[in-house]
């Protein structure tokens, strides 16, 4: 049998196949641009709340009305070295010192992760090395729906639960030492169950990106499972589980409604977790309520609590990208 001839392309159907690819070009343009736009907007975004707390704080913009920044009111030295946190009394009781506020945060934050950390990194491996495919297809969605309750829900949750019938029991019937309403250890269990999801999922997504075959490696080395998931697969993984943590954490400190409802509100310099102290996420949100003046220095203490909160979080964001740049193994 002969070949059958080629089709020729007559002039009309390359004007039209030119047609078509110059329009299939435009259209990615449009696409990528859309999609540029999209990215834009998280950067858009952060400047338009560093340029925010930067006007109330340190830098006189036109948009203030021309009032003095925090910063020209109360010293830098002051601020990060009184131990008192009174900005709505009045006189001589009136103290800009932030520690107090400081102590409270990282107190929740360090309870919440002692809480939020082991848990999740423990489920992260067993969903990881130890659990069959079935029994991870109901886990792992069910342990993420922890994710998607309101924080108001789990502030209410310690408030009408943990502390009266958990903490109570314990800690005051049981050993004897006073328990407030408004403590810090309630909010900071509840904080640890809300990041744990981010850290099981995290934790759980560096562990399976460790090639199969290391894992072969130790089993062919006569490894139990035991020793290839804490000595060949944590180890190989340790620069996303590290950045989990880090993540986790600044979510902890940034935690506002749980912390909120259920944590005290009287700023005090103390690390007792049965009573506690304000955290700046709770000022804010206390101080926001519209009873303080707006441009007097107690309202604008507010943008430089928030200014500082702002500088923690950034800062454990850029530490955990650099520990994943920093530690992260590459495999062939």
């Excluded at 020729?8 to 070009?25: D, E």
């Excluded at 952060?46 to 925090?70: H, K, N, Q, Y």
């Excluded at 912390?259 to 506690?276: C, D, E, Y």
Aim: one cysteine or more; hydrophobic letters at 50%.
């Amino acid at each position: 049998m002969s070949p059958e001839p080629l089709p020729v392309r007559t002039a009309s159907s390359a004007g039209l196949l030119a047609k078509r690819f110059t329009l299939q070009r435009v259209i990615e343009r449009i696409i990528r641009g859309l999609l540029f736009l999209c990215a834009l907007v998280s950067i858009v975004t952060t400047l338009g709340i560093v340029i925010a707390l930067l006007a109330e704080t340190v830098i006189p913009l036109p948009s203030t009305g021309g009032s003095r920044p925090f910063f020209q009111d109360v010293s830098l030295w002051t601020f990060f070295t009184d131990t008192q946190w009174s900005p709505n009394f009045a006189g001589d009781q009136q103290h800009f010192g932030i520690l107090p506020l400081l102590c409270g945060t990282f107190l929740i934050a360090g309870i919440a992760a002692m809480v939020g950390l082991p848990i999740g990194i423990l489920s992260a491996v067993y969903l990881s090395e130890y659990a069959s495919p079935r029994v991870r297809s109901v886990i792992k969605p069910v342990l993420e729906l922890l994710a998607g309750v309101p924080s108001v829900v789990y502030g209410y949750f310690a408030l009408t639960v943990i502390t009266p019938y958990v903490l109570r029991p314990i800690f005051q019937n049981g050993l004897g030492l006073t328990v407030d309403i408004y403590n810090a250890l309630s909010p900071g269990i509840v904080v640890g169950i809300m990041i744990l999801p981010m850290v099981c999922s995290l934790s759980e997504d560096a562990l399976r990106a460790v090639p199969r075959s290391l894992r072969e490696a130790g089993y062919a080395l006569g490894s139990t499972k035991y020793d290839v998931s804490a000595k060949v697969v944590l180890p190989a993984a340790v620069s996303g589980i590290i950045a989990s943590f880090l993540l986790a954490v600044s979510r902890a400190i940034g935690e506002t409604m749980a912390v909120a409802m259920a944590g005290p509100n009287l700023p005090r310099f103390t690390l007792n977790p049965l009573s506690g102290g304000q955290t700046m996420t709770s000022f804010i949100a206390s101080i926001s309520m519209g009873e303080t003046p707006i441009g007097t220095v107690e309202y604008k203490s507010m943008y430089a609590v928030a200014l500082c909160l702002f500088c923690i979080t950034l800062a454990m964001n850029v530490i955990s990208q650099w520990v994943m740049r920093r530690y992260r193994e590459a495999y062939q």
